[in-house]
């Protein structure tokens, strides 16, 4: 598909495991995201947490909480519902993660720009 980005092979994410990192840009910033596999699907979002735009993996790549149920933010502990996006505990509840569109196939998992986020140059 025109302007998709492959980010991994399917491999790579293992359910409830480590993330794989990646740029957006927003308006030519550069943002950190990040995709994560929970219950067999591969989900991305914007690396911010919902309560202050900090990247939520303290060690790279560790989004989830020790159960693997919930991604978690590091820094004060917000936990989110890793299929929404939804924020169900921590300072920031009810509020959510920004999701980004990802497609899977063929062995590969892939990131579908949408506006407003774009694929950086190169
Ligand atoms: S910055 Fe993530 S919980 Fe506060």
Redesign the pocket.
Known sequence: MAGERRLCATEDLVDGGAGVRFLVEIGGRAVSAFVVRFEGLAHGYLNQ????P?E?DWQEGQFFESSGLYLM??????VYAPDSGLCVG???RGASLSKLRVDERDGNVYWLPESPYEAPAG
């Open positions: 947490c919902a309560h202050v900090m939520l933010c590091a820094t004060h502990g917000a921590g300072p920031c």
